[in-house]
T-cell receptor, first 117, second 112 residues
Framework: DAGVTQSPTHLIKTRGQQVTLRCSPKSGHDTVSWYQQALGQGPQFIFQYYEEEERQRGNFPDRFSGHQFPNYSSELNVNALLLGDSALYLC????????????????FGPGTRLTVL | AQKVTQAQTEISVVEKEDVTLDCVYETRDTTYYLFWYKQPPSGELVFLIRRNSFDEQNEISGRYSWNFQKSTSSFNFTITASQVVDSAVYFCALSGRRALTFGSGTRLQVQP
């Protein structure tokens, strides 16, 4: 049973460039969430996708966008990269249960480490 | 707004010592879930436990145990007889409709 996979593992970009990160959810999961983790901090929620639509978004600018495909995989795109975008980007997948209170356990991938020079 | 506070930035213990990681949370929701994740040096967050707001029973899983106290808004994590392999950053997280709010993490170093 494959877990959450992400590609690439590492990425180096320069300021102003654009980047696309990819995520395949755990088998049987239908929901994908993206988080940004700066060095020495906890992950910060970027957005969540279900049924190919963005369901919720955290406090991130429009430079951060995403997409979910019919096979539930997802992409995170970041435009006009800034030095401050350097971080570990984590993808998490879950199965929508419909229970209140955010019950769904999210399982994380190994992350993509993005360095912006 | 939701908030998770892990006041202990770093803890260092010697192998076989017991260690408790503290987690205090704030939420206005009546139904919510609390989580603990482990992040080893490889970077992947590993799920450890989920607890809902209506279940205050303590839970034990091997050397791990969790103490949820709604009255003090705390969800503490104890490792008994720590091992070097327990060295990692541990995150407490609170669910909010769909997203998780994480604390800043506690780095645990277990010395041999």
């Amino acid at each position: 049973d494959a877990g959450v996979t992400q590609s690439p593992t590492h990425l180096i970009k320069t300021r102003g460039q654009q980047v696309t990160l990819r995520c395949s959810p755990k088998s049987g999961h239908d929901t994908v969430s993206w988080y940004q983790q700066a060095l020495g901090q906890g992950p910060q929620f970027i957005f969540q996708y279900y049924e190919e639509e963005e369901r919720q978004r955290g406090n991130f600018p429009d430079r951060f966008s995403g997409h979910q495909f019919p096979n539930y995989s997802s992409e995170l795109n970041v435009n006009a990269l800034l030095l401050g975008d350097s971080a570990l980007y984590l993808c998490a997948s879950s199965l929508l249960s419909g229970l209140a209170g955010g019950a769904d356990t999210q399982y994380f991938g190994p992350g993509t480490r993005l360095t912006v020079l | 707004a939701q908030k998770v506070t892990q006041a202990q930035t770093e803890i260092s213990v010697v192998e076989k010592e017991d260690v408790t990681l503290d987690c205090v949370y704030e939420t206005r929701d009546t139904t919510y879930y609390l989580f603990w994740y482990k992040q080893p040096p490889s970077g992947e967050l590993v799920f450890l436990i989920r607890r809902n707001s209506f279940d205050e029973q303590n839970e034990i899983s091997g050397r791990y145990s969790w103490n949820f106290q709604k009255s003090t808004s705390s969800f503490n994590f104890t490792i008994t007889a720590s091992q070097v392999v327990d060295s990692a950053v541990y995150f407490c997280a609170l669910s909010g409709r769909r997203a998780l709010t994480f604390g800043s993490g506690t780095r645990l170093q277990v010395q041999p």
